[in-house]
């Protein structure tokens, strides 16, 4: 799961130290970081060659197809509105699943966090609406709360899997489930909207406290939320101690403790981290999206982030262009749904066949010599 | 759907008229008066189009929709109700000149849809359960059908079906819309076999098929011979109970390939008659009602041709009932009791679309189970 564990990654530093003599070092730093862009950027296209012929062999067009995925999901300004703005909860939700894994942890409890954290958001600005409280108190009340009952929710689960041991993939997924039935049982009895008879649902929150689009843009600002705490995540998982200690104790936790890091506290705190991610999407679901916390938070945001994260190596940074590829995806899919008269389950296919190559193609990493410091390197 | 294929356009359009007529309550004005030739409709589902439920049932009249000349017709799928579907309303609008929207599930009216009025004018917007009101955008509105009196039917024909007279009902929520179709299909049961009970089971979602089989099952066990359902795919439980060898009546489309011996009847949506009325109007220029609605009277409820579950007294009891109804005569003609005891409907008897019977909030007597 984690970097440390790949035996390749020593072999680098012993292959920089090998080729340091002669070749310019940014120079061959850039040659071996570009392995991690072209593998994953060949599988994609292999990918789509294997789906190509999946269509052919359902008597469908693959250029049409092409075509229609450029249109909806890139081809206009209004398609590259509707592809972030699908991607924005996913690159939230995949940092709450890639933050952990630094640690070794799989945690895939990010959809009870995202509804937590937005139903707790709409809880604490509902009593506001009408009263006059100004957005500049109510909003970030609401953030605090969203990141606060998240984070909570996922810190239960890394607090189990320190304090007694219980595997936190199986722990999160079940308070995952426990949480929608919270936001449920407020939603449809003590916090029900009465007029909503149909859908329960809290009151709205009213306009004042939702948060607006970007300018220039039809994307909410969870976007640029997303994508900023992917860097800022980034770079605390790459370039500080707290990242490196992660990485050891996720490499071999037995090692890390003997080493005397507070193994603990960076589980405790990455799932905390983690919570406090999917909480967030949460806000922006309710304060950009729906306006009111009701059953349609848990559309599968917090799933869908998995596969994000595992497809960006559970790389913070990498996690941001690989939600908009399922962003536009998914925005393309409507398109051809509707163009080519074909199922939605159809770009599902895609997703599944991008999902298996990537995966086969984690075995190619260090197997090709031109991305090896020095060049004479592979796998020894 | 077999009466609209006899139909002459002409006739057609001459009653399409005249019911859309009897049935604005407001109208919208319409900046563009569009060709026939080009009105592109997009269609929104939130499952699948062969969900033998909900979906199926708008899917199916699309289908025919698709036959009208000039008319064109996309849809999408599996939409959340998320602000996925204001994109893919934006989508049609921007990528495929929709001129309008039918956006087919609860969630999708607010925010999505009326956020999307507002900012596209000049494309109509109709969505499918009763919540426009005159402060919403004007190129909104809302239709829908009373199937509630398809439900009643389907209680003549299960009550006389039935031998035991031990019904049961699998539903999802304890709503009012929902109480609505128990009570009616209990009061149908009654006017053939008036010991006849109904007995329910609330699986708390709109889809849960493992709790759906389970209830079914629970049901049968319980003695009930014959077994329908409001969930939103019916499928599950009309299964479960054919293997069973119980009888059924199906909901919301037809569900009677799924059970060749049980089957007696369903109540099914006639979206068909609305769809076609809406792109009637735009070809001609014409304005859509804000607000459509109807039931049998109206045409826009049918119930599933009978199967091998159905007796002769049971076609005869429903095919009479089905008359009345069409003649516009009251299902709920004396005040009734509700199961605790309490007098409801205390004015009867009541028009079929009367407000009062939107908002049940009990089960009456002679249902088993509790309505909260």
Redesign the interface.
Known sequence: MSDVADPTVPLHGAALDRASAGKSPTLMRLRAASEFIVIPVLAVMAAFLLFSLFLLAIGKSPLTFLSLLW??GFG?A??W??TL??ASPLILTALAVAVPAQLGLTVIGGEGALVLGGFAAAAIAVPFVGTGMPALIVMPLMIVFALAAGGLWVGLAGWLRYRRGVNETISSLLLSYIAIAIMNFFVEGPMRDLNQ???ASTLPIGTAYMVPAMPHL?VHWGFATGVVLALVLGVLMQRTTFGFAAKITGGNMRAAQAQGLPVGRLILTCALISGACAGLAGYF?VAA???RA?A?LA??YGFTGILVSFLARHNPIAVVPVAILFGGL??AG??V???MGM??ATVLVLQGFIFVVLLASETLYGRFRIFQMGGSGGRA | MLTMAGVNRRKFLQTTAASAAGLTLGTASFRAARAATDLTV?VIYVG??DDFGWNQAHAVAVQALKGVPGVKV???????????VA??M???I???GAALILPTS??YYS?FMIEEAKSHPDVQFRHA?PLWTDKDPKNAGSYFAFLDQAHYIDGVAAGAASVSGKLGFVAAKP???VLRNINSFLLGARTVNPKATCQVIFTGEWSLPVREAEATNALVDAGCDLITCHVDGPKVVIQTAESRGVKTCGHNASQAPLAPKGFVTGAEYKWITIYKGFAELLGKGQPLPNITFGGYDKDMVQNTPYGAGATDKARMAADAAIKDLKAGKPIWTTAVKDNKGQVVLPNAPYDNYAPDLN?MTYLIEGVIGSAS
Not at chain 2, 74 to 84: F, I, K, M, Q, W
């Open positions: 249109l909806g206009t209004f398609s509105g509707n703005q699908r008879p149909m859908k039809s679901e999206v729906q306006g009701n349609s559309a599968g998914g925005a409507g398109i749904q509707r163009r199922p939605d | 997009g699948a189009r996309v849809e999408e799928e599996n939409v959340p109700e998320t602000d996925a994109k893919t934006e989508s049609m921007n990528l495929d609860f969630g925010p359960a709503i009012g819309i908002s």
